[in-house]
């Protein structure tokens, strides 16, 4: 008999250093006017020197850890979603795993862009129910600044960093992961990508003095990919479940642009109220935006036990997934 796997325990951290819109206006030509009207943030938290995507992932992991009352040495994976990590290999998955003193863990990352967490959490999902698995740590951890062009107005004020963590363990049937979609266009790859750095363009003189480790991005394809892909994966998961759109208690999207949230929103005819949204303090972090978005709903009071909750998330590959979940903490 299949287990059924929730989230019992949820965790973040932000760094502390914050970027707003006015220290953007003396960096590129740009308006806090323009980065509110187009994009819906005003600050972003930005990495400090030294600090790494393992770092903040370790923070937010130990949090979630904690809020689960689980011995380190109990987990069985950790799985972080990134794509920013701190180095190609080892995975920094593994890096948390050491420092975490999850000895009895194996540990890898997973990437699918602003995707990765949705489709992280399916993983582990899937591990509990085949009872390969009992707990599992899943992490998303951006420390996207580091590769963004400063100098590139329509990207730079985008991304921010961060990380959230959650610890998924067998729950009650009722409760916890009711239903998986994931889905990518890999022919709509080169929308939003960083052309080096990998095997196809090596770091070279020329590819640092073309400045093609950054993010390059075509806004208006992904925005129109995110907002269609967005709303079939939140559809497919309440229908899947066997639910409507007007049973979700709470809409957790991922935070890419307030416009593309709103939109979504919209087309799922699920009112203000029942839509989580927190980009104008945080910005995108990409993969860490679900798990960031949970820690601050619970804490808030905005995520209940009971509550039934639909994420959906759209990044690069183009990849985009979505979970629908019975709260049970």
């Avoid at 890419?256 to 203000?272: D, Q, S, T, Y």
């Avoid at 927190?278 to 990409?286: E, K, L």
């Avoid at 959906?312 to 990849?319: D, L, Q, R, S």
Wanted: with cysteine; aromatic share 6%; glycine share 10%.
């Amino acid at each position: 008999m299949q287990r059924s796997a929730g989230i019992v325990g949820v965790g973040s951290y932000l760094p502390e250093k914050v970027l707003n819109n006015l220290d953007l206006e003396k960096m590129v030509d740009t308006s806090d006017e323009w980065i509110k009207t187009r994009t819906g943030m005003w600050e972003r938290h930005i990495v400090g020197d030294g600090e790494a995507s393992s770092d903040m992932a370790f923070a937010a992991a130990q949090a979630a850890l904690e809020m689960s009352g689980l011995d380190p040495m109990t987990l069985d994976a950790v799985i972080v979603a990134t794509v920013t990590p701190d180095y190609a290999f080892p995975a920094t998955a593994c890096l948390i795993q050491d420092r975490l003193g999850a000895r009895n863990a194996g540990g890898f990352d997973l990437s699918a862009g602003c995707a990765g967490f949705a489709s992280s959490l399916s993983v582990a999902d899937a591990y509990i129910r085949a009872g390969i698995l009992t707990n599992v740590m899943v992490v998303g951890v951006e420390t996207l600044t580091r590769i963004t062009d400063w100098t590139d107005r329509d990207t730079c004020v985008l991304f921010g960093d961060g990380a959230g963590a959650v610890v998924v363990s067998p729950v009650a049937e009722e409760e916890g992961i009711l239903a998986h979609f994931i889905k990518a266009d890999g022919g709509s790859g080169m929308h939003l990508y960083q052309p080096a750095g990998g095997s196809r363009n090596p770091a070279t003189h020329e590819t640092v003095d073309k400045r093609m480790h950054y993010i390059r991005m075509s806004g208006q394809d992904v925005f129109k990919g995110a907002v269609r892909a967005m709303v079939e994966g939140a559809q497919a998961v309440i229908q899947k479940a066997g639910y409507t759109e007007e049973d979700v208690d709470l809409l957790v999207p991922h935070q890419a642009n307030l416009r593309i949230i709103e939109a979504v929103r919209k087309r799922l005819n699920i009112p203000p109220e029942r839509a989580f949204v927190n980009i104008g303090r945080q910005a995108n972090t990409s993969a860490a935006t679900l798990p960031v978005c949970f820690e601050e709903a619970y804490r808030t009071g905005r995520l209940k036990k009971g509550d039934l909750v639909c994420t959906t998330t759209f990044g690069a590959g183009f990849a985009w997934a979505a979970n629908l979940l019975r709260w049970c903490i």
